[in-house]
């Protein structure tokens, strides 16, 4: 297959890398209506429905290339040489669409993992899309990027999504399974080479690692919500546990209930908190960190343009670069 190289960390694909839709009933009715975007690159596969178009860049940050071959009945992307992979969920709502801009110029601005190391590839993750117009809108994204994963839920933050997310992902995936699993936030601003460096050293099993929080004589019961990582084993455990579902033990703090079913289960035993170095950002000063993985609550753009430039992800950009006029 070809591949196609960037210099940035981010890697498009010249055709499209295939986003994923699970049974999202209201976007596949969009896709079937709107004559642009039903094409001969989608296909179903009983879970949902599997897309690639011109003009898309669906992406990974990656130490090595992205595939760049799509059409119809394009698969996901297949794993390289790397020493592991990670999948990245950034869980978001249709309405941010703006964030998600900036959120993928974060990714596609900073350096990859060194050679060999890691794939990691960065998806946007929805429920349901049921209004009309947020439908047609996020069809036309997805077939502009790539990168969008709807799941069979109602749009929600602390009823469910995360459940839907880690136990759908190793049914989605299962032909050509990641190592790693990631949930973080559209306000959070991840250092994916900072984070694979970490992982390089970890298991590949049994993993569940974050900013670790102590409660009582438990020394990291849960992982903030900005962001987590369990190992593929984890993700496949809770796709399993329909006791979760039954006991209706989805419905509260996400992060801590994912702690919960870890801790009920016996699973995550090989716990790792990267704690400081990953943070909130606090209210009232911008108190990046050097050795940053992840920064938290980046809640309007102010404090993205202030991560971009503590980060030097706008070092070396000229006017010329801006306006363009020639």
């Known amino acids: 297959m070809k591949q196609a ?13 295939p986003y994923l839709l699970l049974v999202p009933l209201g976007l596949l009715a969009v896709l079937l209506v709107l004559p642009s975007l039903g094409s001969s690159n989608a296909r179903s596969d009983g879970l949902g429905v599997l897309c690639g178009g011109a003009g898309t860049d669906g992406y990974s940050v990656s130490s090595g290339a992205v595939d760049s071959q799509a059409g ?11 020493e592991f992979s990670l999948l ?16 993928r110029m974060a990714y596609a601005l900073q350096p990859p993992p060194p050679p060999g190391v890691a794939r990691v590839d960065v998806r946007f993750v929805f429920c349901n899309v049921t209004d009309p117009v947020e439908a ?24 469910g999504k995360t459940h839907a997310y880690l136990s759908s992902v190793p049914r989605l995936f299962a032909s050509a399974p990641y190592d790693y ?21 970890k298991p ?33 455990w809770v796709s399993t546990k329909q006791e979760i579902l039954r006991h209706n033990d989805t419905h509260g703090p996400e992060d801590l209930l994912v702690g919960k079913w870890l ?14 170095r990953m943070y909130d950002l606090n209210w009232f000063m911008d108190n990046f960190r050097p050795d940053t993985i992840a920064v938290h609550m980046l809640k309007d753009n102010r404090r993205w343009a202030a991560a971009f430039r503590y980060f030097n992800v706008t070092a070396g950009i000229t006017p010329s670069d801006l306006y363009h006029l020639q």
């Open 204 to 236: 590949r099993d049994d993993v569940y690692l974050g900013h670790g929080f102590a409660v009582g004589d438990d020394p990291m019961p849960f992982m903030h919500g900005m962001g987590y990582v369990v190992s593929w084993d984890v993700a496949r």
């Open 181 to 201: 699993v990631m949930k973080t936030d559209d306000d959070t601003y991840l250092r994916v080479a900072a984070l694979a460096e970490e992982l390089r050293g």
């Open 72 to 82: 119809a009945g394009a698969a996901p992307p297949t794993r390289g040489a790397e």
């Open 136 to 159: 047609a809108l996020v069809a036309v994204e997805a077939r502009r990027h790539g990168d969008i994963l709807v799941l069979n839920c109602a749009e929600n933050m602390n009823d």
């Open 5 to 17: 190289t960037s210099s940035h960390g981010l890697h498009g694909a010249s055709l499209c890398t």
């Open 263 to 276: 801790n009920i289960g016996g699973k995550g035993r090989n716990r790792y908190s990267l704690k400081p």
């Open 88 to 103: 990245v969920g950034v869980l978001t709502m249709p309405s941010r669409r703006e964030r998600r801009d900036i959120v």
